[in-house]
């Protein structure tokens, strides 16, 4: 199975930019398809898809979220960060099957 | 609008089985298999595997091909999580999910506690 690794947390302050990383054991491109994706989760709620192959704004998202990468780094940032902003990040991919998920990393307040 | 709403929060004792539904609405059911996620309380996000829609065979991740099982009511656009012999470790809340390479869009969870 591929794994995907993330920071368990990382501090910022309201108004700043916020990088989270995560990288994968294994390329999860094919070709110019990027298959990583970003969720944001509260506590208490189902994740909700921010960004999926990589860079591309899901739904609804607002637009201080942006995502890259290629191969096996991938960066998710948040610009500037929100106090609705507070949650856990999961980076997840499906290159390969089992889809797997990075272990998230909790973004809070400085 | 696409909505996956599962059933309620579950109690159970060790060895004692269950199982929870997940009732989608909102688009054709057969387009999307059906996906299910596990979290434990604290933890990250563990997938557990997918079930296809149009036949019916369910797909396990390697930690969930015993006491899992994957099923469908086709007719009620309906999805279930079935375990069997209950074990501690089952206490999370199990969502279930579709998507095509992300997930688009989640169940609000069923919360499991197994406890003595």
């Known amino acids: 199975d591929i794994v995907l690794t993330q920071s368990p947390a990382l501090a910022v302050s309201l108004g700043q930019r916020a990088t989270i990383s995560c990288r994968a054991s294994q390329s999860v491109s094919i070709s110019r398809y990027n298959l990583m994706h970003w969720y944001q989760q509260k506590p208490g709620q189902q994740p909700k898809l921010l960004i999926y192959r990589a860079s591309n704004l899901a739904s609804g998202i607002p637009a201080r979220f942006s995502g890259s990468g290629s191969g096996t780094d991938f960066t998710l940032t948040i610009n500037p960060v929100q106090a609705d902003d507070i949650a856990t990040y999961y980076c997840q991919q499906s290159r390969e099957s089992p889809p797997t998920f990075g272990g998230g990393t909790k973004l809070e307040l400085k | 609008q696409i909505q996956l709403v599962q059933s309620g929060p579950e109690l159970k004792k060790p060895g004692e089985s269950l199982k929870i539904s997940c009732k989608a609405s909102?688009?054709?059911?057969?387009?999307?298999?059906m996906q299910w996620v596990k979290q434990a309380p604290g933890k990250g996000l563990q997938y557990m595997g997918w079930?296809?829609?149009?036949?019916?065979?369910?797909t396990y991740a390697d930690d969930f091909k015993e006491r899992f099982v994957f099923s469908l009511e086709t007719s009620a656009s309906t999805a279930y999580l079935q375990i069997n012999n209950l074990k501690n470790e089952d206490t999370a809340t199990y969502f279930c999910a579709i998507g095509e390479e992300a997930v688009d869009y989640w169940g609000q969870g069923v919360m499991v506690t197994v406890s003595s």
């Open positions: 909102g688009y054709t059911f057969t387009d999307y298999a």
């Open positions: 079930i296809n829609t149009q036949t019916g065979k369910p």
